[in-house]
């Protein structure tokens, strides 16, 4: 039993009868639940994760005149009620998002709590292209450009870097490719082999990491590299997010920012969500 199930069965046995006996007037207004950080709310801990802050609990969203007092949403995006202006969607982190949408709702009989992370729980495709156009542009510069160059420069670690680069802007990419959130970086690897798209990318940004850089094995890798960089531009393709037609990413990291509607979002630097 994980931890998410864990509490769901502590709530049912001891949470929502203590709510009825001791609270009755007020339990139906209670919006409970296992939320927030912590990898419990994603379904990630193991047996390692007992280690610390492990243990059987739920959150009470409370009421306040009527109104679920949503202090939780203020400190993971900023705004109570979900209701996010353009700037703070294309600043927050993905981690933020998922922590306010992840997790599991016991009940929520107002519907308030489920409404504000539903609304919460896709952003605006405009920010999703802002966000993928600068990331495919580090892919680029990282990846397809400057990872055999450093080497080439006699630059191993700046190469290693670059390796480093790459893989941390893919996996943003992958996660918006599948309209996802990428969760804090020690599960991002985790939760990429779940997605329904591209999820076979995980092996290979794995292998990226771990290996080194000798000349045979650097050609290895940037094949890697242009492989991965193919398969992200066919689903790009397929989701109609770029006109271009090259394996460059750059060129496609352009395209898909020309393809914002918002002109002050697309006027942006494309590295504005970097």
């Known amino acids: 039993m994980n931890g998410l199930e864990l509490s769901r069965a502590f709530y049912e046995e001891y949470g929502a009868p203590m709510l009825q006996e001791q609270f009755p007037a007020q339990a139906g207004l209670?919006?409970?639940g296992l939320l927030g950080s912590g990898s419990e709310c994603l379904g990630f801990d193991d047996e390692v994760s007992r280690d610390h802050d492990f243990e059987p609990g739920f959150c009470l969203l409370l009421p306040d005149e009527g109104v679920v007092d949503a202090d939780f949403f203020t400190e993971k995006v900023g705004a109570p009620d979900g209701v996010l202006t353009v700037d703070q969607w294309l600043k927050l982190p993905q981690q933020s998002l998922l922590e306010a949408t992840g997790g599991e709702l016991f009940r929520d009989d107002l519907g308030?709590?489920?409404?504000?992370?539903?609304a919460l729980s896709h952003m605006?495709?405009?920010v999703r292209k802002k966000r993928l156009s600068g990331h495919l542009l580090l892919m680029a510069q990282a990846g397809q450009y400057n990872y055999l160059r450093c080497l080439k420069h006699g630059e191993p670690a700046a190469a290693q870097l670059a390796v480093n680069e790459f893989v941390k802007s893919c996996i943003e990419v992958v996660f918006l490719l599948n309209q996802a959130y990428a969760p804090y970086y020690?599960?991002?690897?985790?939760?990429?082999?779940?997605?329904?798209?591209?999820?076979?990318?995980?092996?290979?940004?794995?292998?990226?990491?771990?290996?080194?850089?000798?000349p045979e094995l650097a050609e290895s890798k940037y094949d890697m590299i242009e492989s991965t960089a193919a398969?992200?531009?066919d689903e790009l393709q397929n989701q109609g997010l770029t006109k271009a037609i090259c394996g460059d990413l750059e060129k496609?990291?352009?395209?898909?920012?020309?393809g914002i509607e918002d002109g002050d979002v697309r006027n942006l630097n494309i590295l504005y969500t970097i």
């Open 124 to 126: 605006p495709e405009d």
């Open 112 to 118: 308030e709590v489920t409404a504000i992370r539903a």
């Open 231 to 233: 398969d992200v531009i």
């Open 252 to 258: 496609h990291a352009y395209s898909v920012n020309d």
């Open 30 to 32: 209670i919006a409970v």
């Open 186 to 214: 020690k599960w991002s690897f985790r939760a990429l082999r779940r997605l329904p798209k591209l999820s076979l990318t995980a092996e290979t940004l794995e292998y990226l990491l771990t290996t080194g850089n000798d």
